[in-house]
């Protein structure tokens, strides 16, 4: 199962854009990329999954380079709401265990 | 809005007793996790299940156990609670699929305090 690397936090502004990156230099053929958000006391909720190239859907849009060596989860004018835990997992369907890395903790200030 | 349940929401409970976490869905997923997190850590995957009758033990090493005797539902059971059990459980499904992982469905999960 590919292990995952993402910074421990980040710091951003209400408005403006964030770039999360997420390192998985041993990602197999099959495997996918996967963003989940958590917020506290709560459990992990699916943000946006893809396999190459670029996915977009009504929250966020993840930019997979032609390696897949990596990912980049990019939100849109955050706003203090989007202040969580932001996790990236790649694996396959099938008979995959979907192991959470450390996350990237978001804050999001005024 | 998924669909799946977990009780009790907290639990406190003394050294020594039998606890079991209940973790039920009705979305027919025959995928089923069990993820343990303390307080601003990662989670954990401690048990997991392919279907009925199925199940694994996850990357973290735990002294609970699960059962999958039905597709719906998947109990975790601690036969001594000791303090160092102390966390919050949570349990998540998701559909079998031989493509992608498939999405991950968590419940609000179970806090658990052993005094």
């Known amino acids: 199962l590919a292990k995952t690397t993402q910074p421990i936090s980040m710091d951003s502004y209400e408005g403006q854009e964030v770039n999360i990156t997420c390192s998985h230099n041993?990602?197999?053929?099959?495997?996918?990329i996967t963003w989940y958000q958590q917020f506290p006391s709560q459990g992990p909720r699916f943000i946006i999954q893809g396999y190459k190239t670029k996915v977009t859907n009504e929250v966020a849009s993840l930019f997979i380079p032609a390696d897949r060596k990596s990912s980049t989860l990019s939100l849109p004018r955050v706003s203090l709401s989007d202040t969580a835990v932001y996790y990236c997992l790649v694996g396959e369907g099938g008979y995959n265990k979907l192991i959470f890395g450390a996350g990237t903790r978001l804050a999001v200030h005024p | 809005e998924a669909d799946i349940y977990q009780t009790p929401r907290y639990l406190v409970i003394g050294t020594g007793k039998k606890i079991t976490l209940e973790c039920s869905q009705t979305m027919g997923h025959d995928k089923m996790y069990w993820y343990q997190q303390d307080p601003g850590m990662e989670l954990h995957l401690i048990h997991y299940?392919?279907?009925?009758?199925?199940?694994e033990k996850g990357d973290l090493s735990s002294e609970s156990t699960v059962s999958r005797i039905r597709t719906e539902h998947f109990p975790l059971t601690l036969e001594s609670a000791r303090p160092s059990h102390t966390s919050q459980y949570l349990c998540?499904?998701?559909?079998?699929?031989?493509?992608?992982?498939?999405?991950?469905?968590f419940g609000e999960g179970s806090r658990l305090t052993v005094l």
């Open positions: 299940s392919y279907g009925v009758n199925s199940t």
């Open positions: 041993n990602i197999a053929t099959n495997d996918y």
């Open positions: 998540a499904s998701s559909e079998w699929s031989g493509g992608n992982t498939g999405e991950l469905f």
